[in-house]
């Protein structure tokens, strides 16, 4: 793997004497309880995601050495810095599969199991890593396996719609590359 | 037993006696030798009764032999007349019968009749010993009876002097197998396996001695068939930026 590798060392900071955690660059941080999303809808989750996942990727680039270095390093040290970042936040564990051209995000582990949250933390992660406007939407959940597919706003639409009807993950990507050829 | 039923048997001794002394050539059967002389006394019916009469009857002394025979026999006086009015073969066969005498044993020409039980199975083992006499004896071939001849199925006599004179034949029944180790038949020659036309397959209207001659196609052992005009589109992206343009062009 060329490039930096994740170093998580000093990620978090705990001060107990002022009753404060924040991350690397100083910004406040919170633990909180899964259990306290239980209770909000899809927009907050959105919401919280967004937030969760804004903050990851900014790390990410800030490790990085910007958007645009995240977008010329190798797939192997980008995805490792975003899984880093990810699992220091306690959401879940990341990897990505190429199926052509298409990328998808594969979760496990998700501390909010909704996939209100998951898209938002996910596309926001990338987006703000990478400088790009990205879209995530769910294609398949399993026991403790989510998959995501990662594309534009069009594309995601589409994929909603071939979900919603019964169609397989690996169906849609098919269905995606060969529209895409 | 009275003293009239002893004078009857004296009576009778005494016909026996005058038989046995008088001439009669034509009584006595071809096959028993002449040289001896016996006189048995025809049983028909051994007594049952425990009161038997034993009869000791003294061959006369120029026969050079002496007959003893005993024969019970009840006491009644119609078995004694049965008795004389029978015939009585005489012949000079010895036979002797093995009856256990008990008492003093008579030397007395004249006859004695001792009463004594009688030994059932002596008398019966001196019956079965007269009838296998009898058996061994050659049936004699009278003039007025027709031999009638065996069946074809019947055994054939063979003398020895004609098993003699046979010439030794082959065994008549197959020899039972050797016993022992197999001998293993020889290996196959890998020579001899070549293909030939004998036996084989010759179509019909060829003449005998054509063999059809076999042409195969040389063919190489490899080749490359498939010419490849262009490589297959592969995506490889070279950085994660690559990646994500791909899927958002999508």
């Known amino acids: 793997m060329t490039g930096p590798s994740f170093d998580p060392s000093g990620a978090v900071r705990f001060n107990l004497r002022s009753g404060m955690a924040s991350d690397a660059q100083g910004a406040r941080l919170v633990l909180v309880p899964t259990n306290a999303f239980d209770a909000l809808g899809d927009d907050a989750l959105a919401t919280f995601g967004t937030a969760v996942g804004r903050a990851c990727g900014t790390r990410v680039a800030a490790r990085l050495g910007g958007a645009a270095s995240v977008r010329g ?30 990328m998808l995000a594969v979760v496990k582990n998700e501390a909010v199991a909704k996939d209100a949250f998951s898209c938002a933390l996910l596309s926001s992660a990338i987006g703000e890593a990478a400088g790009r406007a990205v879209f995530a939407v769910s294609v398949g959940r399993e026991v403790s396996v989510s998959r995501f597919f990662i594309g534009s706003r069009e594309t995601t639409e589409r994929v909603r719609d071939l979900v919603a009807g019964g169609r397989s993950y690996g169906d849609v990507v098919a269905t995606l590359q060969g529209s895409a050829s | 037993m009275n003293s009239q039923k002893i004078a009857k048997l004296e009576t009778l001794l005494d016909r026996v006696k005058t038989r046995a002394s008088a001439p009669r050539a034509a009584a006595v059967r071809a096959a028993v030798p002449a040289a001896t002389a016996v006189a048995p006394l025809l049983v028909e019916d051994v007594p049952s ?26 006491a009644s006086d119609a078995e004694i007349e049965e008795m004389l009015d029978a015939d009585i073969e005489v012949s000079t066969e010895l036979i002797e019968i093995d009856v256990e005498e008990e008492g003093p044993a008579t030397t007395d020409s004249s006859a004695e009749i001792v009463l004594e039980p009688i030994d059932e199975f002596a008398v019966a083992e001196a019956l079965s010993q007269s009838d296998l006499t009898a058996e061994s004896t050659p049936e004699p071939v009278f003039a007025n009876e027709l031999e009638a001849e065996p069946p074809v199925s019947s055994r054939r006599p063979v003398s020895l002097e004609s098993a003699a004179e ?8 197959t020899p039972p197998p050797e016993s ?28 005998e001695g054509h063999v059809p001659e076999r042409v195969s196609p040389v063919l190489p052992a490899a080749a490359n068939v498939v010419k490849l005009e262009a490589e297959a589109l592969a995506f490889k992206p070279a950085n994660f930026g690559d990646l994500l343009d791909a899927t958002l062009a999508l």
């Open chain 2, 49 to 74: 009764s425990e009161d038997v009469t034993q009869l000791h009857v003294p061959m006369p002394s120029e026969a050079g032999a002496e007959m003893e025979t005993s024969s019970a026999m009840e």
């Open chain 2, 180 to 207: 022992g180790k197999q001998v293993a038949a020889p290996p196959f020659a890998a020579a001899a396996s070549k293909p030939t036309a004998v036996g084989a397959w010759r179509e019909p209207g060829m003449p």
């Open chain 2, 166 to 173: 046979e010439e030794p034949s082959a065994p008549r029944h």
């Open chain 1, 73 to 102: 390093g190798s797939l192997e040290v980008v995805i490792s810095h975003l899984a880093g970042e990810l699992a220091l936040a306690g959401a879940c564990s990341l990897e990505i599969e190429r199926w052509g051209r298409a």
